[in-house]
């Protein structure tokens, strides 16, 4: 079958070939929600259900189809989100996993019947797209728990809101780079020669860590010549050039690199599997990546059932989970910060906050097609 047929594909038959594991997930959700109410320290930390019991009632037996990105993300939304929403609204939600890119395009090519009720992207992506065509303004009066979102991420005028904060620094092998870096300049450092890695500049970790670079050496976020100038002179530390996070994670299971640039919450997940690795952020700063969720234009799911969705997304408890499973920051700004994260970024939000450099996507999107072709140049991908 050809991609084409592949983005054609009906929402009836993608809601049949992942509604048996929407329906599963619903029914162990609440199962596991029992128990966790048990909990003394759960319970203590519960919040109220955003959804009246009338507006559950009235949402009761909808479906909703919702992307979810891959990896740890989707192991989160479907142990975690999906439950939560079944249990505020008594409505079903099927997950449909893909990176970014391909979610876009098969909205676009099907954007009066969209195969997604709600879709949740990579920020850099979102904003690349013209979003009148694919997406609606957020109805921020269905959402609960909007206003607890810490300020920085409201906007009268929103498409979504922004789930999480990935924080990105340098992860290194504790056990060969016994000295931490204290600087992003440290992956220049003769000693870490052929054991550097970097991801292709078509991953937003390697654009924020060129943005960085080019700051450090008299460019801006739009003037990124003094980072490629660097990176003629990092080539001869780089073990490789991968595709992305999954690769670069293996690169540091197998111990074939012992530093490079990378999240927080990927870490934290390796080093609860064993793996020798570390985190710092560097002294001159680090930067975010912000994953958001959307409700497309013309969906299946009434947008009260898209709503709920959202706003079980932003409420305390589901991240409150995210923070403490995932290690990915929250957006919500009564979650507290858990002290393995405190210890490396600081004790609340607004603090992290001031050492993470919000991506600007506007500037980013006019020049990634050259910043890639002139990456792949010097490193020879």
Not at 252 to 263: C, K, L, N, S, T
Request: aromatic share 6%; charged share 20%; with cysteine.
């Amino acid at each position: 079958m050809s991609n084409r047929e592949l983005f054609r594909m009906t929402r009836r038959a993608m809601l049949g070939a992942t509604l048996f594991t929407g329906a599963s997930l619903v029914i162990k959700g609440c199962a596991n929600g029992s128990n966790t109410a048990s909990s003394p320290d759960d319970a203590s930390r519960s919040t109220a259900s955003p959804v009246s019991e009338s507006a559950t009632n009235s949402l009761a037996g909808g479906t909703l189809i919702s992307t979810t990105l891959p990896g740890s993300w989707e192991q989160f939304n479907r142990g975690t989100l999906v439950p939560k929403f079944a249990a505020d609204t008594g409505a079903e939600a099927s997950l449909v996993t893909a990176v970014s890119a391909d979610q876009i395009a098969k909205l676009q090519a099907s954007p009066n019947s969209p195969p997604f009720d709600v879709v949740s992207l990579d920020s850099g992506v979102f904003e690349g797209v013209p979003k009148e065509e694919l997406f609606q303004k957020l109805p921020v009066d269905l959402l609960q728990n909007y206003d607890d979102l810490a300020d920085q991420f409201k906007t009268a005028d929103t498409w979504g809101p922004l789930i999480g904060v990935q924080a990105v620094g340098i992860a290194y092998n504790p056990t060969v780079v016994t000295t931490p870096p204290t600087s992003w300049a440290d992956l220049w450092n003769e000693e870490y020669k052929g054991q550097v890695a970097l991801m292709a500049m078509r991953n937003n970790h390697t654009i924020g860590f060129m943005q960085q670079i080019a700051k450090m050496k008299g460019g801006s976020a739009d003037n990124l010549d003094p980072a490629f100038a660097e990176l003629e002179l990092l080539v001869p530390n780089l073990a490789g050039v991968v595709a992305n996070s999954g690769a670069l994670i293996t690169l540091f299971e197998q111990g074939e690199v012992v530093i490079a640039p990378h999240d927080l919450n990927s870490v934290r997940l390796l080093q609860e599997k064993g793996v020798d690795i570390d985190w710092v952020l560097p002294q001159e700063g680090g930067f975010a990546l912000t994953p958001m969720m959307s409700i497309v234009k013309n969906p299946t799911a009434s947008v009260e059932l898209a709503a709920a969705y959202i706003d079980a997304a932003l409420s305390q408890d589901v991240q409150i989970q995210m923070v403490e499973t995932n290690y990915v920051l929250p957006t919500n700004k009564n979650v507290p910060i858990p002290a393995e994260i405190a210890q490396k970024l600081g004790s609340n939000l607004d603090e992290i906050l001031t050492k993470l450099e919000l991506m600007d996507w506007a500037t980013i999107n006019q020049n990634r097609t050259e910043w890639v072709e002139q990456f792949d140049r010097i490193v020879q991908v």
